[in-house]
């Protein structure tokens, strides 16, 4: 308010930018040491703040620093959780072990080292000691919130995002959970494809155990550098060749993502940027399978039929596909189909509204305020979280995109190989194939 203040007593805009640029610095600050310090399930919440599409310049420049870069675990701590787990002296299973991490997290660090008998580089992925019991703890402190939350105007069912986080953050402390689904989700994404549109890294399976994961080390640049690499390599990040690897590193995310939650329903749902490496080329590599999520049939398919609503503005359906996934709303406004497709958009898709950069959700002419969720399927939030980490990629690339356009195809294609036709998705298919070859005609 203060702030506020200050700047609308100043007449000249620029000063009146610089102003706001130095009060959310000041603000960036004071969340990334109390995020920092306090640890746990609050450096999830960094990660979640540190979105372009969400937060100020100064907030996602700094916050983004704990999506890799939290504090580490000192080594000696480090190697005592290896030797309980793995039964044996670091120096008897590996032949070099860089005891400085290539990053640490909400909940792990990582380490470069190399197997005895082993010529290949891995990565060893220790847990914090400790860290469960505190980040459960905070849970269940934000669930309290939560309740009270969705008891003031935002009608929006909270609580059951936050029991679906419980669920989800639980699964990350069983690293051989993580494994099985490193090792399932490569296994789809390489054999159902000629090139597998993301790198997933081999385990190996001999050094698993609940807080030790060793897997392959893939060699690439964190995508949150990637301006920087730019930059080095004398590229203009606003060029040509910047905007095409730009379009071509999302597209293969979004591939692969349409792919996992469409087709298969078992998915990797933690895009964030310290989990994107960018390797030779465009290639993409998505690391850390901690939170995976697999969709029951009813909701992959009826998360197809909203997908396909949203990428073609139909906006009398999107109350159906609602209703089949369990999504309760309650409208307050006149035009309720189209606020509901808004808020479809705002809740699945990544492609942000004409000339906004800067999503707020609980604005006061936001769909979310004029239509009450009072119901969201806890298994949802694992899709709605993908969609909204994708999106703050792409904003932060400076590329405004859509996935249900993009997974249209993808959803098409799951309805008919399930034999579910209770849409005309054929009769759909051959009058945009009409309206393409007319097109193509002129």
């Known amino acids: 308010m203060v702030c506020q203040l200050r700047v609308s007593l100043v007449k000249d805009a620029k000063k009146q930018e610089q102003m706001w640029e130095r009060q959310h610095e000041q603000a960036a600050d004071k969340i990334y040491f109390m995020c920092s310090d306090l640890g746990g399930f609050f450096l999830k919440i960094a990660q979640l703040l540190a979105k372009p599409d969400m937060a100020p310049a100064a907030w996602v420049r700094k916050l983004v620093t704990l999506c890799d870069q939290a504090p580490a675990t000192p080594f000696d701590a480090v190697q005592r959780v290896l030797e309980k787990e793995l039964g044996q002296s670091i120096d008897e299973i590996f032949d070099t072990f860089d005891e400085k991490p290539l990053g640490s997290a909400s909940i792990a660090q990582v380490h470069k080292a190399r197997v005895k008998g082993n010529k290949m580089d891995v990565v060893v992925k220790v847990q914090h000691p400790g860290i469960e019991k505190l980040m459960m703890t905070d849970i269940r402190n934000l669930q309290l919130?939560?309740?009270?939350?969705?008891?003031?105007?935002?009608?929006?069912?909270?609580y059951s995002i936050t029991k679906e986080m419980e669920t989800q953050i639980g699964y990350e402390f069983d690293f051989k959970r993580e494994a099985n689904a490193m090792e399932r989700i490569r296994h789809f994404l390489y054999e159902n494809n000629k090139k597998s549109p993301v790198i997933v890294p081999r385990v190996l399976r001999d050094t698993v155990t609940k807080k030790v994961l060793v897997m392959e080390y893939i060699n690439g640049i964190p995508i949150l550098s990637l301006g920087d690499e730019m930059a080095r390599r004398g590229i203009n990040p606003h060029g040509k060749i910047a905007e095409a690897a730009k379009q071509s590193i999302l597209n293969s995310l979004s591939r692969a993502y349409g792919q996992m939650i469409l087709k298969s329903g078992f998915f990797h749902a933690d895009p964030h940027p310290g989990n994107i490496l960018i390797c030779n080329g465009p290639e993409v590599a998505l690391l850390d399978y901690g939170q995976v999520k697999e969709l029951?049939?009813?909701?992959?398919?009826?998360?197809?039929?909203?997908?396909?609503?949203?990428?073609?503005?139909?906006?009398?359906r999107v109350a159906q596909s609602f209703r089949e996934l369990g999504l309760h709303t309650v409208a307050k406004c006149e035009n309720e189909q189209q606020e509901l497709l808004r808020l479809a958009q705002t809740l699945f898709d990544t492609k942000m509204p004409a000339g906004q950069t800067v999503l707020q959700p609980f604005a006061d002419d936001s769909s979310i305020k004029k239509i009450a969720v009072e119901a969201f399927p806890e298994e949802l939030f694992s899709v709605l979280r993908?969609?909204?980490?994708?999106?703050?990629?792409?904003?932060?690339?400076?590329?405004?995109?859509?996935?249900?356009?993009?997974?249209?195809s993808m959803a098409e294609e799951a309805l008919l190989s399930s034999g579910r036709l209770t849409r005309d998705v054929k009769g759909t298919s051959r009058r945009r194939a009409s309206l393409r070859s007319l097109r193509a005609g002129r």
């Open 296 to 316: 029951p049939n009813n909701l992959r398919l009826g998360f197809a039929n909203l997908v396909i609503d949203m990428a073609d503005n139909n906006a009398s």
């Open 386 to 408: 993908t969609v909204v980490l994708l999106r703050g990629l792409s904003v932060g690339m400076g590329v405004n995109y859509s996935c249900a356009e993009q997974w249209r």
């Open 145 to 158: 919130f939560a309740l009270y939350v969705q008891r003031t105007d935002i009608k929006f069912d909270l």
